[in-house]
């Protein structure tokens, strides 16, 4: 069956050290990937995207992620955590031929200490 | 320019009565999304909407739940008899579909639904 796997429902990260989320999707094929962020009353925001090319992709506010194939994989990663990066994060794919359909993993929130 | 806005921001109802949620997406963004945001289910996909195409509506959970898109704009969220599950925060988004694939959808921030 299709799905999306974020492993680590709940993180801690002091600020100022780095942070990688996990997310793992099966598919058939590689699906378009995703990772976005919701802050405690703030909609969903796209954080970064990848289709195809360059398996490390930049996003903003100093997200990056890698797509490893062979590992089915798409983590996320900032070197340096701040405060206003606690939230919750959401790995999503939409397979090449669901029209931009988004299935998400259940996502991980990220606590981040002083 | 606006983003995606949904109305009511906030709705509480009694068990078996029908319900309205209205979304307003972008202009010019041919392509709506309905997605349900709950404790036990997640982030999962309701319906879709593309131009004047018939909607998708694999993601529907059950026969109450239907939606609308009027002049390929407003859509509309629809759940009848509703139920204590039907609790959630119903999210709709948008996206242009001219120019490329998986432009990116931009989320609204949501109606967040309560049935006693």
């Known amino acids: 069956a299709q799905s999306v796997t974020q492993p680590d429902i709940h993180i801690t990260v002091s600020e100022g050290a780095s942070l990688e989320l996990r997310c793992n999707y099966s598919?058939?094929?590689?699906?378009?990937l995703f990772w976005y962020v919701q802050s405690p009353g703030q909609g969903l925001q796209l954080l970064l995207k990848?289709?195809?090319?360059?398996?490390l992709v930049q996003g903003i506010k100093g997200f990056e992620a890698e797509f490893k194939r062979s590992q089915s994989s798409f983590n996320l990663r900032k070197p340096s955590v701040h405060w206003s990066d606690a939230a919750e994060y959401f790995c999503?794919?939409?397979?090449?031929?669901?029209?931009?359909?988004?299935?998400f993993g259940a996502g991980t929130q990220v606590v981040v200490t002083p | 320019g606006a983003g995606v806005s949904q109305s009511p921001s906030n709705k509480v109802t009694e068990k078996g009565k029908d319900v309205e949620l209205r979304c307003d997406p972008i202009?010019?963004?041919?392509?709506l999304y309905w997605y349900r945001q709950s404790l036990g289910q997640g982030l999962e996909f309701l319906i879709y909407?593309?131009?004047?195409?018939?909607?998708?509506k694999s993601g529907l959970p059950s026969d109450r739940f239907s939606a609308e898109r009027t002049g390929g704009s407003v859509s509309t969220l629809t759940i009848q008899r509703t139920q204590q599950e039907d609790s959630a925060v119903y999210l709709c988004?948008?996206?242009?579909?001219?120019?490329?694939?998986?432009?990116?959808?931009?989320f609204g921030p949501g109606t967040r639904l309560t049935v006693l």
């Open positions: 988004a948008s996206r242009k579909t001219s120019g490329g694939p998986y432009n990116e959808q931009f």
């Open positions: 598919y058939g094929a590689t699906p378009y």
């Open positions: 990848y289709f195809s090319g360059d398996t």
């Open positions: 999503a794919v939409a397979p090449q031929d669901s029209w931009g359909k988004l299935q």
């Open positions: 202009s010019g963004h041919t392509a």
């Open positions: 909407f593309q131009g004047n195409s018939a909607p998708d």
